[in-house]
Every structure is written in C-alpha cells, then in structure tokens.
C-alpha cells in the first residue's frame, strides 16, 4: 500500500486514505468547526456594520428626527467624551414605544416583504437604535404632543428598558449617546481625529439639510454654537449658507412634474428638483459639489453623477467643476435601498431615463431668460465698472426711438459697439456688455459639434516637418493626410469652416498638437469667430446676438469665459440716484 507522500506526488487524491478516517468522525469534527454564532456576537457584528463612527450616530439619530416630522434640530457633540445628543421637536414616543423603541429590528416603518418596495421614510430597518446600545450607552427623553407627560427611558444591552421614569420635557424627543465604543476601545483608535469628526458631521447635516430645506438645524460642540442653518423656502437660497462667497442670484433652480413611471406599480408621482450653479458666476477646483439625492437622501450614483458632468461639458474654464445639487422623488418601488448598511448606495432602475431628464433640466437652468436674470448677477464686476467709470464720467443716453417697436421679454436689441469688441445690447431689464469673439465662438463650436464637415480642398495644403504623433493626431479627427515628400505632407481635406481662410495651414498645425475631436472643434471654432477688433455694423451685431441667443449654453464660450456682463436698470438706477425726491436734491 503506497504511502502519503507517493500519492501526493503522483497527483492523485488520496482516495485509499478514507477507510482510514471513520465517517463518525468526519462528522463529529466538520459539528465542532461550523456552529451558530452567540446572539449577542451576532448584534456586535452588526452594530459595526451600522455604527463605525460619530458622524454614524449623527445620520441615524438626524433621520430619526425628519422621520418624526420635526422642524427644529439641535445636535449637540463631545468628540473627547464619544458623547452625541440630537433635539427634536418631532411628534415624540409614547412610553410603550420607547420601552421597544431600542430591542433588535423594531420599526415602525415597515410590517412585511412588501412593505420593502414602498418605503418612504429615512430609517426603516429598526437597527440604529439596538446598535447603540451594543456600542454605548443610550437615554432617550420623549414625549408625545397630545400627552402631559414624558418619559426618560435607559437602556442596556440588547436593548432593553433598564430605568424608566416620568420627565417634565417640551414634545418631541432627546436622545443622548455616550461612551461610544467603550466596550470596542480597539474602534476609536481606527478612527479620524476629533477635528475631522466635527468637519465629517458637518458635511453629513449640511447634506441632509439640502434635502429638507424647511428644518432648522443648530450643531453645538463641547457646549459652544458651531453653526447653524436657517430654514429656506427653496434649495438655492439655502446654499449661500453652505458655499461660501456665492449668493442665491448665482444658481438657477429647475423644478420638473413627471408623470408616474409605466414599470411602476404605484402611481407615485415623480419629480426633478434640481439647482444648477451657472458656470459663468461659479464652479469649483473639484467634483466635490456634484450632488445626487433620492427621495430625502444624498446618494452615491455615479451614472447619475456623469450625465451631470457631461451636460456642463465645455461650458466651464479647465479643470473646474460644476456646482450642481440634484433631488429626485421616485416612486419606492423602483428603488432597492438594500445595498449599503448607511443607505448611501442604491439600485436604481431605469436609469437612462432620469439620464435624459437630468440633461434635459440642466439645458433648461443654462439658458437666458428672465427668470435667470436677476439684479446683483454681477455684482463685483458691476460695481468695478461703475467705479472706474465715475472716475472717467462720459456717461452717454441715447434715447430710443419712440416710433420703434417694444423689445419683446427676451429679445435683445443690439445698439452699439465699443472699442470694435463689446457689442452694447438693450433688454427690457437694462443693458448688457456681449463680447463679440467668445459669443461667436460659442455659435460656431455648436454648429461644428451638430455638424461637423470635413471637405476636399484642392491644391492640397503643403504642411512642413510634422512627426508622427501629429500625423497620427490629423488622422485621428478625420483629416485626409499623405506623405508628398520628404519632411512633407500633404493634407486633402479640411473642416468646411476653416475653407475660406487664409491661415488655414496655421490651423492645421493647431489641430495636429493633440486633442480629442472635441478638442478640435473647439480650436476651429476659436479660430473662425470674429476677432475682437473687428468693426460690426448693427445688421451684423443683431444677426450674432439672435445666433447666439438660440444657442444651447449661452452664457460661457467653451473655455469657460463668460460671454456677457450685465447691468441692470435697478443699478443704474441706483447709481445715478433717481430714487431722490427732485425738490430735496435741490435744497428746498
């Protein structure tokens, strides 16, 4: 009988090795490997999964509180003594629910697997509260608005009601955490510095707060005001007290009904709430501020995310962001919240539908009209402007025509034209300043990316010395290139734009530096626009400023600069006081 190491080294499995090895005791070994875990090991393991940190405790503890309707939020830290307190002035426990309130998977949000598929709250999985009391020690005072009485409840391990007893409390609920991790000393030495905590929790509340904007929030640290955030009636006059340095002038809000989803078993109604920070007022170094939430809850949902980036493309300078904040309410059953322990992720369905209808929106917040144009939209600038040109004077009016016809709402009527480069406009709401190159070139780039031509050019153009990369590069976009020679080449077709000029060789050797096609369309279009210094007579100027107008981003050439600065009638107004009473400003 051939031994161990001859079957092993022969490759074959030791098969005449299991009469060796009784089948009881197979068994009996397999029984005292694999065993169910202990209860208590069992809410640990998921008390980490839930609890890793304090902000943790501030997001579960926060929903809790919207989820109880409150309007009034206090959250109250202690980094060094791992102590957390939220306030609210929700609709508060009566004592049965608070003696439940705390046991493993108790909720009142949700009663069978159906239910799964209509949640409409934050918290619906009853595992906050059990996780704390297996990670700290919990106390919560509650009280119902229709009851006398509140209740001051302990907790201990497992959840259970340990001291009850009746408290003289306002209606709503307080619920302290303290000792977080005392029985875990391992998880808070893992953990970010107390500083990056108290930041962590302020970017959770500031999150949360977009999506409830109606709810006043104040956060205390080691018993001194931190900050606070006022209620708002919408979401771009919240976020002047999150951004610093921008005002609620410098986002344009897009409010969108949809109708209920055809795959949708409830006839939930959807909506697009969505605020777009106008990328000639503001943008970011990074992505940082391209926010997604569902249904009451920021979000991470990159395919999302991306549609957002993609329809700011070309409208912002290089290598800056947008400042977009979107909200979407979709109907529950369409989403599935059980993919992350903090409910940070999802799956979504049809998600090229909400990307078509993110594009769509944004489209429609980028564009001029009268709702986007509001007083102090440039107020620096403008105020610059208006300094420097008191110091100068030379304040000309030219009044209209009173034979001519009434601007329409949105019509710009072109008037003049300074130093051959700025176009003076008139609108109903004041005048503006369009620079007559970057508006150009914004209309030229959108008709080459609808419509991009190339065309056979005869003699062909003789460019000189390229290397391979460049070579390759004119290829790449769609140019006809050959060898003609040695160090020559010879290109046979070109952009149709580019046909009548007269460097079109210069731009040939721009193309072939490098780039997408993207790249390329935006160089041709640079380099076709009307130069600054060029005259225009007001046929001209109309004709660019109508072109312009119909175009799909409007207000940034596809570098990023801003293509006009207005001055409303209000300043001006201002500035040359026309509020005065005439016969005080004559002394009398």
């Not at 640990?44 to 304090?54: H, P």
């Not at 503006?432 to 990316?449: F, G, K, P, S, T």
Request: hydrophobic share 40%; with cysteine.
């Amino acid at each position: 009988m051939p031994n161990d190491a001859s079957l092993l080294k022969s490759g074959n499995p030791p098969t005449q090795l299991a009469p060796q090895c009784p089948r009881s005791y197979k068994l009996e070994f397999m029984a005292s490997i694999i065993q169910a875990l202990p209860t208590e090991v069992v809410y640990l393991i998921t008390a980490g999964e839930v609890i890793d940190s304090l902000t943790a405790v501030v997001r579960e503890l926060v929903e809790n509180s919207l989820d109880a309707g409150a309007t009034r939020i206090v959250v109250a830290l202690w980094p060094q003594q791992w102590r957390v307190r939220v306030a609210d002035n929700g609709c508060g426990m009566n004592l049965d629910d608070l003696q439940q309130a705390a046991t493993a998977h108790s909720t009142s949000k949700i009663r069978n697997c159906a239910d799964l598929w209509k949640i409409h709250s934050l918290g619906f999985r009853g595992e906050a509260l059990h996780s704390l009391t297996t990670l700290a020690d919990l106390e919560i005072f509650s009280r119902p608005a229709d009851e006398n009485l509140g209740w001051r409840v302990v907790y201990g391990d497992g959840g259970e009601a340990h001291e009850v007893e009746i408290k003289a409390i306002a209606p709503g609920t307080v619920v302290t955490v303290s000792n977080l991790f005392g029985n875990c000393l391992s998880r808070r030495q893992g953990l970010p510095t107390a500083a990056q905590q108290i930041k962590a929790v302020q970017a959770t509340i500031q999150q949360i707060a977009l999506c409830h904007p109606h709810v006043t929030w104040q956060v205390w640290h080691n018993d001194r005001e931190y900050f606070t955030i006022c209620p708002a009636t919408s979401i771009s006059q919240l976020l002047p007290q999150i951004i610093p340095q921008v005002r609620p002038d410098d986002f344009q809000e897009v409010k969108l009904q949809l109708p209920s989803s055809p795959n949708s078993e409830l006839t939930t109604d959807l909506a697009l709430n969505i605020v777009v920070g106008l990328p000639d007022r503001c943008h970011r170094h990074r992505p940082d501020w391209v926010k997604v939430a569902i249904n009451g809850r920021v979000v991470k949902c990159p395919e999302l995310e991306q549609a957002i980036l993609s329809a700011f493309h070309r409208t912002l300078p290089r290598d800056r962001y947008p400042v977009c904040f979107l909200h979407l309410t979709i109907s529950p059953d369409q989403i599935n919240w059980n993919r992350h322990p903090a409910k940070t992720e999802i799956y979504l369905n049809e998600v090229s539908y909400w990307q078509e209808q993110i594009t769509q929106a944004i489209n429609q917040a980028l564009r001029i009209n009268a709702d986007s144009i509001k007083e102090a939209v440039h107020t620096t600038r403008v105020s610059k402007l208006l300094k420097a040109a008191e110091a100068k004077g030379g304040y000309i009016f030219r009044p209209q025509n009173s034979n001519e016809d009434d601007n329409t709402q949105h019509s710009l009527k072109a008037i003049a034209q300074v130093s051959n480069t700025y176009i003076v406009v008139e609108y109903p709401g004041g005048m503006w300043l369009v620079e007559q190159h970057i508006a150009h070139e914004r209309v030229l780039y959108e008709q080459l990316c609808d419509d991009w031509q190339l065309i056979p050019v005869e003699p062909a153009i003789i460019l000189y010395q390229l290397s391979a990369a460049q070579v390759s590069q004119l290829q790449r976009i769609g140019l006809d290139i050959e060898p003609f020679g040695e160090q020559l080449w010879a290109v046979r077709s070109i952009p149709a734009m580019l046909q009548q000029r007269e460097d079109c060789a210069e731009a040939m050797l721009e193309l072939s530096w490098g780039g997408d096609l993207q790249t390329a369309q935006v160089a041709v279009a640079c380099r076709s626009a009307i130069r600054n210094g060029t005259p225009m007579n007001l046929q001209e100027m109309q004709t660019l400023l109508d072109q312009w107008q119909r175009t799909r981003n409007p207000r940034t050439c596809p570098h990023g600069r801003p293509i006009y600065l207005s001055l409303e009638e209000s300043a001006l107004a201002r500035f040359f006081r026309r509020n005065w009473v005439i016969g005080k400003s004559h002394g009398i």
